[in-house]
Nanobody
Framework: QVQLVESGGGLVQAGGSLRVSCAASGRSFSNNGMGWFRQAPGKQREFVAGIGSSGDTTYYTDSVKGRFTISRDDAKNTVYLQMNSLKPEDTAVYYC????????????????????WGQGTQVTVSS
């Protein structure tokens, strides 16, 4: 059974840092691009960051550029999102997802291009 399991969420003060992890099991995702999305209360789920299968290319939504860093460790089948200088507006449930490795689309923000999803981890930033 293929699973993506997020961990590392929690409560942090504004300006603080958190690292969330996404551990994959059931198969290797070394050939998949991976992404992080988030959904705040009352809002639609949105793209946060993505990383190519080689780890050489990364993508970020504008609001997190310079504060968040996505990385991957294929030996551990794990993807990370390091979040620094957190703001209250970063409060959301954070989801990791595996991008369909056969897609020819260059988009990273389209959720339909991801075919495996985790259950999410809550990140709350207090002001």
């Amino acid at each position: 059974q293929v699973q993506l399991v997020e961990s590392g969420g929690g409560l942090v003060q504004a300006g603080g840092s958190l690292r969330v992890s996404c551990a994959a099991s059931g198969r290797s995702f070394s050939n998949n691009g991976m992404g992080w999305f988030r959904q705040a209360p009352g809002k639609q789920r949105e793209f946060v960051a993505g990383i190519g299968s080689s780890g050489d290319t990364t993508y970020y939504t504008d609001s997190v550029k310079g504060r968040f860093t996505i990385s991957r460790d294929d030996a551990k089948n794990t993807v990370y999102l390091q979040m620094n200088s957190l703001k209250p507006e970063d409060t959301a449930v954070y989801y990791c997802a595996a991008r369909n490795r056969f897609t020819i689309s260059s988009s990273w923000v389209s959720q339909g291009l991801y075919n495996y999803w985790g259950q999410g981890t809550q990140v709350t930033v207090s002001s």
